[in-house]
């Protein structure tokens, strides 16, 4: 079952307090990105959160559990409702998360050498 927009948009809401929320769908599900680190997925309407020190030393009793079979686990974030625990949390748990690599260009078609057609020799 995929997650809903509104469901979405209400853990980016919740949020917003840690940084520049943003997400994007990812095979039928979402990525959430604070400044630009991926930091969470949302998967059938619940807020998975990577797992850092930090993020251990923070809410040692919070559920680890995988968001989909075959994934690492994650932290289940079952409190949406607690803005002050989510900024706090998400800020120390972003703060142990490398920057995403720099994605490589696309080339033009301008650099692909023209093919030679029979008639040119």
Same mark, same amino acid.
């Given at each position: 079952? #995929?997650?809903?927009?509104?469901?979405?948009?209400?853990?980016?809401?919740?949020?917003?307090?840690?940084?520049?929320? *943003?997400?994007?769908?990812?095979? !039928?599900?979402? !990525?959430?990105?604070?400044?630009?680190?991926?930091?969470?997925?949302?998967?059938? %309407?619940?807020? $998975?959160?990577?797992?850092?020190?930090?993020?251990?030393? /923070?809410? =040692?009793? /919070?559920?680890?559990?995988?968001?989909?079979?075959? #994934?690492?686990?994650?932290? /289940?974030?079952? %409190?949406?409702? %607690?803005?002050?625990?989510?900024?706090?949390?998400?800020?120390?748990?972003?703060?142990?998360?490398?920057? =995403?690599? =720099?994605?490589?260009?696309?080339?033009?078609?301008? *650099?692909? =050498?023209?093919?030679?057609?029979?008639?040119? $020799?």
């Amino acid at each position: 079952m #995929a997650s809903s927009q509104e469901f979405v948009q209400y853990a980016a809401d919740q949020s917003s307090g840690a940084g520049r929320i *943003t997400y994007r769908k990812m095979f !039928g599900e979402y !990525g959430m990105y604070c400044d630009g680190k991926i930091f969470a997925l949302v998967c059938d %309407d619940q807020f $998975f959160i990577k797992i850092t020190n930090a993020g251990k030393r /923070l809410a =040692p009793g /919070l559920t680890e559990t995988p968001p989909y079979e075959g #994934a690492k686990p994650y932290f /289940l974030i079952e %409190d949406l409702d %607690d803005r002050d625990f989510l900024t706090e949390f998400i800020t120390a748990t972003c703060s142990e998360l490398p920057m =995403p690599k =720099p994605r490589n260009k696309r080339k033009s078609n301008d *650099t692909v =050498p023209k093919r030679r057609h029979q008639n040119d $020799f």
